[in-house]
């Protein structure tokens, strides 16, 4: 569990792991005002861990996505 990137899924974003949703995306919900239950609702396979995650997780400055391998991140 984590959060991961890879240049060919959602153009190099960071999404959370096993999944295709972008970071910034839950992070939006939340700066809008969403908790964790109604983000879930809005995203039935995540879970109350994976979104803990992804508001913890701290990205560092972004390379060309062509650059990279896949990476796991913690």
Not at 2 to 22: E, F, K, L, N, V
Not at 28 to 36: H, N
Not at 41 to 53: D, G, K, M, R, V
């Amino acid at each position: 569990m984590g959060i991961t990137r890879r240049a060919d899924t959602m153009s190099g974003a960071y999404c959370i792991a096993g999944t295709r949703i972008p970071v910034s995306m839950v992070k939006s919900y939340v700066r809008l005002g969403y908790d964790a239950d109604h983000i879930i609702a809005e995203f039935p396979s995540l879970t109350h861990e994976q979104i803990n995650c992804a508001l913890a997780f701290r990205s560092k400055p972004k390379a060309a996505p062509e650059q990279e391998q896949a990476e796991d991140l913690p």
